[in-house]
């Protein structure tokens, strides 16, 4: 599904922020990146996304290798791919409805699709009873969940998460896994990057682990 052949990424400053990555993540597989601050994790899922691009090697992504994909393609790409951040990029002023809505609205589904796939990614994480709130009046784990159902609203096949429980306290955090691992029972690719080593080493999936941008342990499963 996902794969990393011998990939480096370089920035103009001269920091290697990936080296001669080699990794292959299974359709339908969840895996977790982990590693010191600065190792590679963002980096990593960056590239997947498109935000990101090689210095050398190459990404390829359902078999489709993503050097082929000009800046036209890139919106397409991304349709397949839902992102959930740690600090959740809701937007304040708008209802907890119209933050899941607005990948749908911007890819142009019909307002009666947005409104039964909105309220169905709402359903899915526990929230459909607050679709009128605004952000602000939840708490940090609702706001997650809120994250995780416009991730999810558009059906992706895979779902990069970026330290998405960095912010939460363990129970919390135990609980925004475990809808990870539900979407992931569905078909759905996860990569999680994350530093709680605590956390995903019980929930046993495969760890990737990056140091100073190099792979050394989980390449495969």
């Known amino acids: 599904m996902i794969s990393f052949d ?5 920035y103009g400053e001269g920091h290697d922020a990936l080296r001669e990555v080699t990794v292959d993540i299974g359709r339908d597989e969840l895996v977790f990146i982990t590693g010191h601050s600065g190792a590679g994790k963002t980096t990593l899922l960056r590239m997947i996304m498109l935000m990101e691009r090689p210095s050398r090697g190459q990404v390829l992504v359902d078999g489709q290798n993503l050097a082929s994909i000009g800046p036209r393609g890139v919106p397409r790409h991304r349709r397949n791919i839902g992102v959930v951040f740690q ?3 809701l937007l304040l002023d708008r209802t907890v409805f119209d933050n ?3 990948p749908l609205i911007i890819a142009g589904y019909d307002y009666r699709e947005v409104g039964r796939r909105v309220r169905a990614a709402l359903d899915k994480v526990g929230l459909l009873d607050r679709e009128r709130a605004m952000p602000v009046t939840l708490s940090g784990g609702e706001q997650q969940r809120v994250g995780i159902a416009r991730a999810v609203v558009g059906k992706p096949k895979i779902l990069l998460a970026d330290e998405p429980t960095g912010n939460l306290d363990p129970a919390l955090s135990a609980e925004v896994m475990q809808l990870f691992e539900e979407f992931n029972q569905v078909g759905v690719t996860v990569l999680i990057a994350s530093h709680d080593l605590a956390l995903i080493s019980r929930l046993r999936h495969r760890i990737i682990t990056l140091r100073e941008g190099r792979l050394v342990a989980g390449s495969k499963t």
Do not use: D, G, I
């Open 6 to 10: 011998r990939v480096s990424k370089r």
């Open 87 to 89: 600090n959740h990029r």
């Open 100 to 102: 899941v809505a607005l």
